[in-house]
């Protein structure tokens, strides 16, 4: 039986200088982490029977999960277009904005729209394929945002764009 599973919808091909550097800064220390892993593996190989060898296995799937996020990124690096500029119109929102929103409880909280490959949940980064940040994309100021949650329907609204 096969794991088959279906190609992967085709991501946004946008990043900020932030998320750019961050992404170079990571290929290069998986290069420098790489050579520390091919040495202990080389050193566990050189102990004998690799099949009952822990440490030789855990360096395999090490060396295995680092090539492969490497290969990723050599990838997707080229494609991706660095936006650095702010756009014309301030007062609505597109990539790289940060949102401020208020939800119907009054609660208030602020979302930065960057790209798919540098969101992050603690920052409040989400994607600029996420369902929220479709949604905000070309809003204004004061607007009432409807957004399609598993638990139902949540309506913000738009108090402050930043960029």
């Not at 190609?7 to 220390?29: D, F, H, I, N």
């Not at 520390?36 to 295995?64: F, H, M, T």
């Not at 597109?94 to 949102?99: I, L, R």
Request: aromatic share 8%.
């Amino acid at each position: 039986m096969t794991r088959y599973r279906p190609p992967a919808a085709a991501k946004s091909p946008y990043v900020t200088p932030q998320g750019m550097r961050a992404l170079l800064t990571e290929q290069k220390a998986l290069w420098l982490k790489r050579r520390e892993v091919v040495a202990a593996l080389s050193a566990a190989a050189a102990e004998g029977d690799r099949s009952e060898n822990a440490e030789y296995i855990y360096r395999k799937k090490e060396l295995r999960e680092i090539d492969r996020r490497i290969r990723y990124l050599q990838k997707r690096l080229p494609d991706l277009n660095v936006v650095s500029q702010k756009p014309a119109s301030l007062g609505q929102v597109f990539f790289g904005a940060t949102v401020t929103l208020e939800d119907e409880n009054q609660a208030v909280i602020s979302y930065r729209i960057v790209g798919p490959d540098e969101f992050d949940h603690a920052e409040h980064y989400i994607s600029v394929d996420s369902p929220l940040a479709r949604s905000l994309l070309k809003r204004e100021l004061g607007d009432e945002v409807v957004v399609e949650v598993p638990n139902g329907r949540m309506v913000y609204c738009i108090v402050d764009i930043a960029y």
